[in-house]
Nanobody, 122 residues
């Protein structure tokens, strides 16, 4: 089972990026899909999660700027990131959990993607 994350890159502050996460199996359409990030020297932190019914939760630091969504027909989860700030710079990971809720702890997730680098310049 694999999660393929993509869409990272270098962007100026105030810009936008859209990350994608594609699971290797269609069974993930029933999973909660989370996004986490890890900056150098820091702990991995929760960013956003969407459950199987498209209900969402966000970290306070990204509320109003980031939007998580899923396209079940394409078996893809997106993280739209707007108004990016230099402090958003990190490696972003997607993760999957088979539960019926929206976990915010990394330890709750069973599957992880390889990460995609997001760099925001000031």
């Amino acid at each position: 089972v694999q999660l393929q994350a993509s869409g990272g890159g270098l962007v100026q502050a105030g810009g936008s990026l859209r990350l994608s996460c594609v699971p290797s199996e269609r069974t993930f359409v029933r999973y909660a899909m989370g996004w986490f990030r890890q900056a150098p020297g820091k702990e991995r932190e929760f960013v956003a999660v969407i459950d199987w019914n498209s209900r969402t939760s966000y970290a306070n630091s990204v509320k109003g700027r980031f939007t998580v969504s899923r396209d079940s027909a394409r078996n893809t989860v997106f993280l739209q990131m707007n108004s990016l700030k230099p402090e958003d710079t990190a490696v972003y990971y997607c993760a999957a959990d088979p539960g019926w809720y929206r976990p915010e702890a990394a330890s709750e997730y069973d599957y992880w993607g390889q990460g995609t680098q997001v760099t925001v310049s000031s």
